[in-house]
């Protein structure tokens, strides 16, 4: 899985860089632009990976996959202060061993202040973990491990989590796996219920296993996180599967998961996509709009030919009126060069649920990624415009998605710094 993704990371730099001078500066909007930190000390994490989130006081936290005070990982917070400047503090570090290591999703709260997240797990360290940080009265944060996966034979309870999870209203979590599973192959994943006990204990069950029906029509690789509608139905897309052979391993599917009143859950892929011209391997899981009923997503690769893999594109899905199926409409392919390419993030709608936002990895200036704008047009269409393009040095590589703070400022990460062997990432800020 990640040889494929780093695979597909490097074919997409070079074709972004042989179309760059090749191609003209798209339109961009005006916006201003604030680094609010750089993570300059290792032991302070690198390489943030997952998205951001507020508290109720406006304070960030967010995930690294490496650094901290054992080479793992962190969970880190950012304060504002009166200044406008923000002070970084770690609130755990991450080890090889018992709570594992490499968290890649984005974190949650619950209703009293606790968070969780996941851990992906190293190759020679197991398999990745579901873990809760409790914060104490001194302002320390104590970590505990609601459950480790690969418990079973074979990883059929799954393995390698790279998504955060959800809650249910009763407390339930759930969250899905890029690997493991019923099938042979590493790579299918599953989705997963975490249920908690009365001792305090978690118990695991598993809600679908994808590559259950003949060459994985129903999708594999399980990287983003899944969304719930009002009715308890649970969306997410794959990174595989799916019924096209364009693509080597698939191209990925967008999925539904119903309940059944027996417990079992019933799959519906909702699109497959082919490549050309609806996208390829979607990264990123979905949102709904402000009235619960389209659903819109990004996928990294396919789109149009410009890029190695394809540029990506923004994409929408709309339920048809008869016979549960669901139409899947491009909303925007992208373009190697200054245009920005292969959004790795999901979407994010303004308060007003209007206009997208969103960051491509590729593309932008120095080939850098960008931060991008989706403005609805009055025929139905939608106006995209690059707000930020970044310098890959000092910054660059945003693979998350954005944030929105209350008065419409978007929050974000860079995963990298260019050349500078003395920055592992950037957390920033655009004022639209």
């Given amino acids: 899985m990640r040889q494929k993704r780093l695979w597909f990371m490097l074919s997409g730099i070079l074709a972004v860089l042989a179309m760059a001078l090749m191609l003209p500066t798209g339109a961009v909007a005006a ?7 750089k993570f300059v000390e290792y032991a302070h994490g690198a390489w943030p990976h997952g998205g951001l989130i507020f508290d109720a006081t406006g304070n960030l936290y967010g995930t690294t996959t490496n650094g901290g005070a054992y080479g793992g990982g962190t969970v880190f917070k950012l304060t504002p202060n009166s200044d406008r400047s923000w002070t970084e503090s770690v609130l755990y570090s991450f080890a090889t061993g018992a709570d594992s290591d490499n968290p890649q999703g984005t974190l949650i709260f619950d209703a009293t202040g ?37 418990s079973l034979k074979n990883c059929t309870d799954g393995a390698n989590p790279q998504a955060g999870l959800i809650f249910d209203p009763a407390g339930n979590l759930y969250g899905t796996t890029a ?36 060459n994985c029509a129903d999708g594999s690789g399980a990287e983003a996180g899944l969304i719930v509608d009002t009715a308890g139905n649970l969306y997410g897309t794959t990174e ?73 594109v923004v994409f929408k899905l709309t339920p048809n009126s008869k016979g549960g199926s669901w139409t899947e409409s491009v909303l925007h392919r992208f373009g190697a060069g200054p245009l920005a390419a292969n959004p790795h993030g999901g979407l994010i709608f303004d308060a007003a649920g209007k206009n997208l936002y969103g960051t491509t990895q590729h593309g932008g200036r120095e080939d850098g990624g960008a931060v991008f704008k989706l403005a609805p047009n009055s025929d139905g269409s939608r106006a995209y415009s690059v707000l930020h393009s970044f310098q890959f040095d000092p910054a660059g590589y945003p693979v998350s998605g954005l944030v929105l703070d209350k008065a419409g400022n978007l929050y974000g990460t860079t995963s990298q710094c260019g050349n500078n062997a003395n920055c592992y990432g950037v957390v920033f800020e655009i004022t639209p």
């Fill in 31 to 37: 916006s201003t632009y604030k680094l609010l930190h």
């Fill in 114 to 150: 606790n968070l969780y997240g996941t851990t992906t797990g190293s190759q020679d360290d197991g398999s990745g973990t579901v873990f809760k940080l409790t914060p104490n009265s001194d302002g320390s944060w104590t970590e505990s491990v609601l459950y480790t996966f690969c």
């Fill in 179 to 214: 690997a493991g599973g019923l099938c042979n192959s590493a790579a299918c994943g599953i989705v997963f219920k975490l249920t908690p006990n009365s001792d305090g204990s978690w118990t695991e069950s598993v809600l679908y296993n994808f590559c259950s029906v003949s």
């Fill in 240 to 312: 595989f599967g799916g019924t096209s052979t364009a693509c080597t391993d698939g191209c990925g599917v967008a999925f539904q998961l119903t309940p059944n009143q027996d417990g079992s859950w019933t799959e519906s892929v909702l699109h497959s996509f082919t490549s050309t011209p609806d996208g390829a391997n979607p990264f990123a899981g979905l949102i709904f709009d402000a009235a619960g009923k389209n659903l819109y997503g990004t996928t990294f690769g396919g789109g149009d030919e410009l890029c190695y893999v394809g540029c990506g």
